[in-house]
């Protein structure tokens, strides 16, 4: 019996060790997959909080829905008073950071330098937007012009997909349809995540559009100068082919996660890579591409200042997008791969601007052909991604002729089953919003199909 109790001491501080020493080495230089994933969980956490106004018991269900199992042990404190979200492994070990900025959302703070994190964004003035009318129509205001064809397929479950938020359907300039996921509202901001790609190519395009930017610049970075780097031009940055070796793999610690939730200076990480391709020869989707030209637009206004109220004085303040928030890294350069916050209704007020062309009440916003280049395919790309920072082919990397869908159809798409779906002919756009990860299969083509087929067969009655 004593030799018993003796070899079960033996294991009880053997195993005593080994937890002592694990977790000094997980406090002391956790892995960098437990810093991603814990400030992975503190960005979601912080921007739902804090800028969609949402419950963060409940914002758990984002932070979760990639699927990784570590991302369920990840516990979150937020501070209301400091505005700032700390995530970690168990509430103890790899603590990630986040910390809210007004008018500039949340930011990762990979360093925990929260201080230096809001001075790169102080002392901006945005402009103020009045509240959106309810007695005005759609896009002045918040009313619609309900279609009852369209609020019919609204209300198919099986179209609108699982953990669908928002659902907003523009029509001949107007709110013809809308619905809303429980817990979700015409209110609610909602992450576009890579929808925010062909919102930062517009903003790049307004720079164009005032002869501040070309497609032919080149020689875009000083580190870029000594190397073949030199050659990339915007256009190859806009069409996804600067080649630039760049992994946009999401399953581990690869570059994209790296950069999103690693480094302070997200462009300056994105600009450090070597060329795989000589550019405009091969297309590589990066969200570090996206990233450059964020860095690109803010350089060529010169001014920090107003190249950080850029976004709301060019476009959203003209466009009416009252609740577009645009989040930077902690140095302050615009996340423009990833980072945007909107109501479905102020996502669907950028759809209308490209289906007019670009044009606004009149005035021009983007060049003439700007718009024409986000519906025309690359021929690098196999005809599946634009010259402008949009798809061609729709989710799922299926040809829009699949689906019987118009042939100008193009898309903006983003992680986790976000989708605006473009159709100039038809003068249509739908937003579909939600939480429905890529696993799960669910294809908005069917409901843009079903819509188009509605809208026409009224056309023919009323012809």
């Known amino acids: 019996m004593a030799r018993y109790w003796r070899a079960a001491a033996r294991t009880l501080f053997g195993g005593c060790v080994f937890l002592a020493i694990t977790g000094s080495w997980l406090i002391v230089q956790p892995p960098e997959l437990l810093r991603v994933g814990s400030s992975y969980a503190a960005k979601i956490v912080c921007s739902n909080v804090f800028l969609a106004r949402r419950d963060p018991a409940v914002v758990l269900e984002d932070v979760q829905a990639p699927g990784h199992p570590l991302l369920r042990l990840m516990r979150q404190s937020v501070d209301y008073s400091e505005m700032t979200v700390t995530a970690s492994l168990l509430g103890l070990f790899a603590p990630g950071y986040a910390a809210y900025r007004e008018g500039f959302g949340c930011t990762s703070?990979?360093?925990?330098?929260v201080l230096a994190a809001r001075e790169g964004v102080a002392e901006v003035s945005l402009p103020k937007v009045a509240p959106e009318p309810a007695d005005l129509a759609w896009?002045?205001?918040?009313?619609?012009?309900?279609?009852?064809?369209?609020?019919?397929?609204?209300?198919d479950p099986a179209l609108l997909g699982p953990g669908v938020r928002g659902v907003v359907v523009i029509h001949d300039g107007q709110l013809v349809g809308e619905r809303y996921g429980d817990g979700f509202s015409a209110d609610?901001?909602?992450?576009?995540?890579s929808l925010t790609k062909t919102v930062n190519a517009a903003l790049v395009g307004r720079?164009?559009?005032?002869?501040?930017?070309?497609p032919a610049q080149a020689g875009l970075f000083p580190e870029w100068q000594a190397d073949a780097r030199a050659k990339i031009t915007v256009?190859?940055?806009?069409?996804?082919?600067s080649g630039l070796a760049f992994d946009e793999d999401y399953g581990d610690v690869t570059d994209v996660t790296r950069m999103l939730f690693l480094e302070p200076n997200m462009a300056r990480f994105a600009a450090s890579f070597p060329l795989a391709a000589n550019p405009g020869e091969k297309f590589n989707y990066s969200s570090g591409t996206a990233i450059l030209l964020s860095h690109v637009f803010m350089n060529a206004l010169g001014d920090r200042w107003q190249a950080l109220s850029y976004p709301a004085t060019a476009l959203f303040a003209p466009l009416g997008m009252r609740s577009a928030v645009m989040e930077t890294d902690e140095t302050g350069i615009f996340a423009g791969s990833s980072y945007m916050y909107a109501t479905a209704r102020d996502w669907a007020r950028f759809a209308q601007l490209l289906l007019n062309d670009g044009q606004w009440k009149g005035v021009r916003l983007l060049p003439e052909g700007f718009v024409k280049a986000m519906g025309t395919p690359t021929s690098v790309s196999d005809g599946a991604y634009s010259h402008a920072q949009s798809w061609i082919h729709g989710p799922g990397d299926v040809p829009n002729a699949q689906y019987g869908l118009p042939q100008d159809t193009f898309w903006m798409l983003g992680h986790d089953g976000q989708a605006i779906a473009l159709i100039p002919s038809r003068n249509l756009a739908v937003v579909r919003l939600g939480l429905t990860p890529a696993a799960?299969?669910?294809?908005?083509?069917?409901?843009?199909?079903?819509?188009v087929d509605t809208l026409d067969r009224g056309a023919d009655r009323g012809a």
């Open 109 to 113: 703070v990979p360093d925990g330098d």
């Open 139 to 155: 896009p002045e205001g918040g009313g619609g012009n309900a279609d009852p064809r369209i609020a019919s397929i609204l209300d």
């Open 188 to 193: 609610t901001p909602l992450l576009g995540w």
């Open 207 to 214: 720079l164009m559009q005032q002869g501040r930017l070309s």
């Open 235 to 241: 256009a190859d940055l806009l069409a996804m082919q």
């Open 440 to 451: 799960l299969r669910y294809r908005p083509q069917e409901l843009l199909k079903r819509i």
